[in-house]
């Protein structure tokens, strides 16, 4: 399962760096195109920072955290090989995302963000929304169906 994870996460990094290719060819000449009327936009932005614009130009450090994550999460994968599905799953999203993202930081110096929500701020990309999804799965999985807490639970079962 570690591995098929890696591959997926391998698939959706090529993925997001395939619509960043035709975002940049044919979007940043015309900046804006309105896909849906007052809800959805395609709008290119230069993003040196991390969500929502911030800590604008700490590439390297961004990099670094990057890199440190995604090997965190591999070294836990292949080291631990959990069971579930839903943790490769979310892992995929997360390591696929981040290898998106980490390239456009190593490569041009900022990411290139393009879906822009009427209802929320922030312009994002294809990479930021599988970081966010597989975000979620993951703490849905850790808080609720893995036994990652299990030791707290027996202690505080031992002492009722």
Request: proline fraction near 3%.
């Amino acid at each position: 399962m570690p591995f098929v994870a890696l591959v997926i996460g391998i698939i959706i990094a090529a993925f997001d760096q395939l619509i960043k290719y035709f975002v940049s060819e044919y979007l940043q000449p015309v900046g804006t195109v309105s896909v849906i009327d007052n809800l959805f936009s395609l709008t290119y932005v230069e993003n040196r920072g991390v969500a929502f614009g911030m800590f604008s130009d700490m590439r390297w450090l961004f990099v670094a955290v990057t890199v440190a994550l995604i090997i965190f999460i591999l070294v836990y994968m292949f080291k631990k090989r959990p069971r579930e599905k839903v943790f490769y799953i979310s892992t995929a999203l997360i390591i696929g995302g981040g290898i998106g993202n980490l390239i456009d930081r190593i490569f041009y110096g900022y990411v290139i963000d393009y879906l822009s929500l009427s209802f929320f701020p922030p312009v994002c990309n294809f990479a930021d929304y599988c970081i966010t999804a597989g975000t979620v799965i993951l703490m849905i999985y850790l808080l609720f169906f893995s036994d990652i807490f299990s030791s707290q639970k027996k202690a505080d079962l031992q002492d009722e």
